[in-house]
C-alpha cells in the first residue's frame, strides 16, 4: 500500500510563494500520473495540476503561470511551486497518484492560507 504525504503548506501574503511537496512511500513510476488538487470549504475538489510519468504537465486555467509541478523521481517525490499566490488560492491542497493498473491514493492534505 502506497502512502502520500504532502508538506510544505503554510500561511503566506499574496504575491508571495510556498512549494508543496508529495512524499510517496514507495516508488513514483507506480504512478501513471500525478495529481494536484485542492479544495475549500463547501466546494468540489477541484484539480490544480497534474503530471504524468513522462513529466508532462497541465494546468488549470486559473493556475497558469504560477503554479508549476516537478517530479523526483530519485526521491519519489512531486512539487508544486506556487508563486504569486493570489487569496483566492487558499485552500486544503491534496496530493493524488493513479496507478497503471487504476489504483486511486490520495494524501491527507496540507493546507494554505493566503492573505491579502
Known amino acids: 500500500q502506497v502512502q502520500l504525504v504532502e508538506s510544505g503548506g503554510g500561511l503566506a501574503q499574496a504575491g508571495g510563494s510556498l512549494r508543496l511537496s508529495c512524499a510517496a512511500s514507495?516508488?513514483?513510476?507506480?504512478?501513471?500520473?500525478m495529481d494536484w488538487y485542492r479544495q475549500t470549504p463547501g466546494k468540489q475538489r477541484e484539480l490544480v495540476a497534474d503530471?504524468?510519468?513522462?513529466?508532462?504537465?497541465n494546468y488549470a486555467d486559473s493556475v497558469k503561470g504560477r503554479f508549476t509541478a516537478s517530479r523526483d523521481n530519485a526521491k519519489n517525490t512531486v512539487y508544486l511551486q506556487m508563486n504569486s499566490l493570489k487569496p483566492e488560492d487558499t485552500a486544503v491542497y491534496y496530493c493524488?497518484?493513479?496507478?497503471?493498473?487504476?489504483?486511486?491514493?490520495w494524501g491527507r492534505g496540507t493546507q494554505v492560507t493566503v492573505s491579502s
Open positions: 493524488h497518484g493513479v496507478t497503471w493498473i487504476q489504483e486511486n491514493y
Open positions: 514507495g516508488s513514483i513510476f507506480s504512478f501513471k500520473s
Open positions: 503530471i504524468s510519468s513522462g513529466s508532462s504537465t
